[in-house]
Structure formats: C-alpha cells, structure tokens
C-alpha cells in the first residue's frame, strides 16, 4: 500500500539555519503530495501541496518539489525563525485523486533556537 | 467561519466506559474525516463522510468505534467498551469535495483510557 517515509527527529536548529527534512513515498500512481505543520497544543495545518511532478508548493518561506524520479518531496527553508518550531507531516492523497483519504508520516520534530 | 471545532478537547475515562466526541466542520465542506493520532506517529484515517453517507472505514475502525453524521453537518465519534489502546488524539477534519486532500484539522479530542 501507500506509504511516506520522513527523516526521524528531532532537529534542533540556530535561528536563521538552513532546513531540509527528506519525505519519499511509496504510491502505485501519481498521488498529490503535502506538508502539514502541527503546532504545539494544536491541530494539522496545510502548509503546502504539490499536485503533480515537478510541481513547487511553497508558503511561508517554505518549499518543496514533486520529484517524481526519485519520489520524494523534501521540505525546505532558508532561514528558520523560532517560531517555526513544531512537528513537520510529509502526507499523500490516494492516486485517483479524489483524496478520499491521506497517508502521513510519522512526523519530525522541528526546534529553533534563538 | 471558525474552522473546525472539536469537543472535548480533553476526555479521561475509565476501561469499559463508552465515550462520544463531536466534530463541527466548517459549514459549506461536504467532506468531513475522522482521523486517530498516537504519540509520535502521523495521524492515521479512520472514516470519512460525504454530506451524511459513510463512504469508507478504515479496518482500524473496529466494531466498538461508530461514526454518524446524521444531518451531514456535525458528526459524532462514540467508542464502546474502551480500551487502554484507545488512547490517542482523535482529529477530524473537513473539505470541499475535490479539494485534493486541503483539509482543515480542528484541535483534536485526546482522549486517556486509565
């Protein structure tokens, strides 16, 4: 079946440090592709989607690339603040796209410094 | 709109006791989801909902947990006979249909079986 793979946590980074946290996926055909933030004491919240390969989500400071080649969807930032800590989920929708249901990692655990 | 809303956010019961949670979503979303949360593991469906039909469960709904949305608007949750291994967060969501997975996360019910 469908499956995510995140790179274990937690990551703890200085403020203004470059993030990267890898997701690859496992998928029988071209699913959508998304990041969700959850912050402390709170629900999910979509931070960004990809629906195709190649396609760029972006919010927030926030990036990742479809990579249909290598079925990943890493999530970057340039410059992390403090108030960017919180638990990362790379998650995909079912391939025929009626996103019946999503499939999430198990989630990174972000900490910033100041 | 107040996004989706979630009661209790908190319940403690005791094994064998029966448990019901309410989710709100947000008014015009037609889809809404039932999604369970252990610690340090990505949210796992449950069930979801197309305006009052249950159009899918997850084999992890066993036959002790029952979803309603009568009216195909708020929704309710009812475990029967809980268990220690229920404890979890229970996070439902909402969408507009062919949202391709934009769901909106209300804050949770996390629930603790002594």
């Known amino acids: 079946g469908d499956s995510v793979t995140q790179m274990e946590g937690p990551v703890t980074l200085s403020e203004e440090a470059f993030l990267t946290i890898n997701c690859t996926y496992t998928a029988t055909g071209y699913p959508s592709l998304f990041w969700y933030v959850q912050y402390p004491g709170e629900g999910l919240q979509l931070l960004l989607k990809?629906?195709?390969?190649?396609d760029k989500g972006s919010n927030k400071g926030f990036e990742a690339t479809y990579r249909k080649e290598t079925t990943s969807f890493h999530l970057e930032k340039g410059s992390v603040q403090v108030s960017d800590s919180a638990v990362y989920f790379c998650a995909l929708s079912d391939p025929s796209g009626s996103a019946r249901q999503l499939t999430f990692g198990s989630g990174t655990q972000l900490t910033v410094l100041p | 709109d107040t996004g989706v809303s979630q009661d209790p956010r908190h319940k403690i019961t005791k094994r064998g006791q029966n448990v019901t949670f309410r989710c709100d979503p947000i008014s015009e979303h037609n889809r809404l989801y039932w999604y369970r949360q252990t610690l340090g593991q990505g949210p796992e469906f449950l069930t979801y909902f197309q305006n009052e039909a249950q159009l899918e469960k997850s084999r992890l709904l066993s036959d002790r947990f029952s979803a309603e949305r009568p009216k195909g608007s708020f929704s309710t949750l009812e475990i029967q006979r809980t268990e220690q291994g229920d404890s979890a967060m229970y996070l439902c969501a909402s969408s507009l249909q062919g949202a391709a997975g934009g769901y909106t996360f209300g804050s949770g019910t996390r629930l603790t079986v002594v």
């Open positions: 990809a629906t195709k390969a190649d």
